[in-house]
């Protein structure tokens, strides 16, 4: 896939979900196929001692285009094979001042850490999840949601 391509649909992908007050995904969760991911306001602290608010949201996203889907894991092979919690405004963020192309940017693990590498810029935009906790987002967005009819879960 294009570089310019791919930052558009990446973009769409993720600028969008800011809109919706939505700036972490949860990737990689247990319970959900791979191309399955969930965006959240909901940060980590909060998470295990969740209690409602109107002010928390949750979305299940599926990527059915299968290039970008493939694109993305090869880009950031790290989003295959670990639990991530994603911070979306600091990930985009780097991507936008990366010169796009595969060689320029990487994810790395350093410690606990998700660091986005590009350029001579290094940010640290997630962290590993527990299984635990990422079953526990997962749980409570499958309670909440209306089985009829689902606006909160999306297909890319």
């Known amino acids: 896939m294009e570089n310019k391509e791919f930052t558009k649909k990446i973009k769409l992908l993720f600028s969008s ?24 306001n909901i940060p980590v602290e909060e998470m295990v001692i969740y209690s409602p608010s109107s002010e928390y949201y949750m979305h299940k996203v599926e ?10 894991i090869t880009r ?19 991507y936008n001042k990366s010169e796009k192309t595969p060689e320029a940017m990487k994810l790395s693990i350093i410690e606990e850490n998700i660091v986005f ?9 997630g962290s590993l999840l ?4 990422a079953t526990l987002y997962s749980s409570l967005f499958e309670r909440s949601v209306i089985k009829t009819e689902n606006p909160y879960i999306q297909k890319l």
């Open 17 to 40: 979900l800011f809109g919706r007050a939505m700036n972490c995904a949860i990737i990689g969760c247990p319970d959900y196929a791979d191309n399955v991911w969930l965006f959240t």
């Open 63 to 72: 990527i059915t285009d299968s290039d970008l889907y493939a694109e993305i």
């Open 76 to 94: 950031f092979p790290i989003l295959s094979s670990a639990i991530v919690f994603l911070d979306l405004n600091k990930f985009m963020s780097c």
């Open 117 to 125: 590498t590009c350029n001579e810029l290094s940010v640290v935009c």
């Open 130 to 133: 527990p299984e635990f906790t």
